[in-house]
């Protein structure tokens, strides 16, 4: 498929969710990578033109809350009395979607707060298009794993007997691994054998060391996909 047709699709999901989902005075997380980001820039010309009012955001990544500044969307901390109730709506991206809208995440590497500010919601909001959809979470695109530094190889070793092929993430210009905003590491695994994503989500934060992993099971949200005939699908949550 065409890079030109897959970035309109995302600019359609994103669009989609943002004019279904977003109501004024909501208080709102905004997540990370390049279809959630359409989404972020939609909830910023809505501001700007007056059809949106009063927004609290909250900012999945560095990302994000550079993108918040640029379009004058107020961000806060999750700690912040503005947003310590909770978020009304968060609207993120997904790697992949499968039939009962369990995801894979963090591919942009903000994993972490992108579970936080999901189960911090009311209501949770997935946009793709339609190359994100799969049968089988975990054989295809890689599960990143967040792991602090220390426990790399011992981590590793667990991963291994579970099945999973394991690989350090590389930065891309710069020499080692990827660090994420928290000071943790990544390891990208997939399985050579169907699993069940629910359970391994589980399975895996349990292991000493982890501190988060990109199966995105218990909350599950509305997606929005994109399709390459001009349509938007909006799969409700099963």
Do not use: W
């Not at 359409?38 to 990302?63: K, N, Y």
């Not at 968060?90 to 500010?117: F, H, Q, R």
């Amino acid at each position: 498929m065409e890079q030109d047709t897959i970035k309109l699709m995302k600019e359609m999901a994103g669009k989609a969710a943002v004019d279904n989902m977003v109501k004024s005075g909501m208080k709102l997380g905004l997540g990370t990578g390049s279809t959630a980001i359409h989404a972020v820039r939609r909830v910023g010309e809505l501001l700007a033109s007056g059809a949106l009012r009063d927004i609290c955001a909250f900012a999945t990544s560095f990302q994000t809350e550079i993108e918040c500044e640029k379009l004058n969307i107020p961000y806060f901390s999750l700690n912040s009395k503005e947003l310590a109730s909770g978020l009304d709506l968060t609207i993120d991206g997904a790697d992949e979607v499968d039939p009962l809208n369990c995801l894979i995440k963090g591919g942009g590497g903000a994993l972490l707060i992108e579970k936080i500010a999901a189960y911090a919601s009311t209501e949770y909001v997935i946009t793709v298009d339609e190359s994100k959809l799969t049968d089988q979470l975990g054989t295809g695109f890689p599960v990143p794993v967040e792991v602090i530094p220390a426990a790399r190889i011992q981590v590793t070793r667990v991963l291994e007997k579970l099945g999973a092929n394991v690989i350090l993430r590389e930065a891309i210009k710069k020499a080692g691994p990827v660090i994420t905003e928290h000071g943790n590491i990544i390891l990208d695994i997939r399985f050579g054998s169907p699993i069940k994503s629910s359970l391994m989500e589980t399975e895996l934060n349990q292991i000493p060391g982890v501190v988060e992993n990109g199966f995105f099971c218990v909350k599950k949200p509305v997606v929005y996909i994109a399709r390459s005939d001009g349509t938007i699908e909006t799969r409700l949550a099963s």
